[in-house]
């Protein structure tokens, strides 16, 4: 099963652009990268996924590789909300699996 | 307003006793699936199902069950609860396996002594 690597903990000044990495270098041709996130204790959010192509939505934009062996999530502006825990997922056909990697808790400071 | 709730939220209950923690969708998703957190261990998936009376172990089903008779529920269940059962808990639910986002519920908070 393809896990993903995230580094702990990750600081970015309110404004600034946020760059989240994720190693998956397990992964396989037809699994997904998604990206959801955890305010304190609450239910994880989604907030983006993709394939092999980069991706862009109202929240994020996710970058990566072209061997598909890592990826980057980038909050362009980042506030004090978005203060959290970042998950970077691989999932796993056709068994339905989910394998939700360490998180990077992200501080954001004014 | 698409969700997906849990109930209860918070549970203290005593070793060994059955308990059961419900989960229900409004959006009509395919795939539904139970999670626990515990400090520094991350999300682990206990259970999912990719349809009613489909059911599958996730990496840690170990003293849980589930059912899913009904597309919309899909009930967490602890026939003997012990205390490292004690965790945070989470469903979550989506139309399918892949490229789609899944909902999570708000979670529920439970302590068995």
């Known amino acids: 099963d393809a896990k993903t690597t995230q580094p702990p903990s990750m600081d970015c000044a309110e404004g600034r652009a946020a760059n989240l990495p994720c190693n998956h270098s397990?992964?396989?041709?037809?699994?997904?990268v998604y990206w959801y996130r955890q305010i304190h204790s609450q239910g994880p959010q989604y907030i983006i996924h993709?394939?092999?192509n980069n991706e862009t939505n109202e929240m994020a934009s996710l970058i990566i590789t072209e061997d598909r062996k890592s990826s980057t999530l980038i909050l362009p502006h980042a506030t004090l909300r978005d203060t959290a825990v970042y998950y970077c997922?691989?999932?796993?056909?056709?068994?339905?699996?989910?394998?939700f990697g360490d998180g990077t808790t992200l501080t954001v400071k004014p | 307003e698409a969700q997906v709730t849990q109930n209860p939220r918070y549970l203290i209950t005593v070793t060994g006793k059955k308990l059961t923690v419900t989960c229900s969708q409004n959006?009509?998703?395919?795939?539904m699936s139970w999670y626990r957190q515990d400090p520094g261990l991350g999300l682990r998936q206990i259970y999912y199902?990719?349809?009613?009376?489909?059911?599958d172990k996730g990496d840690v089903p170990e003293g849980y069950k589930v059912s899913r008779k009904e597309k919309r529920n899909f009930p967490l269940i602890l026939e003997s609860p012990s205390p490292n059962q004690t965790s945070l808990y989470f469903c979550?639910?989506?139309?399918?396996?892949?490229?789609?986002?899944?909902?999570f519920g708000q979670g529920t908070r439970l302590t068995v002594v």
């Open positions: 959006m009509n998703h395919e795939y």
């Open positions: 979550a639910s989506s139309w399918g396996r892949l490229n789609t986002e899944a909902f």
């Open positions: 397990t992964i396989s041709g037809n699994e997904y």
């Open positions: 199902s990719m349809n009613v009376e489909v059911t």
């Open positions: 993709g394939l092999k």
């Open positions: 997922i691989v999932y796993h056909p056709p068994a339905g699996k989910s394998t």
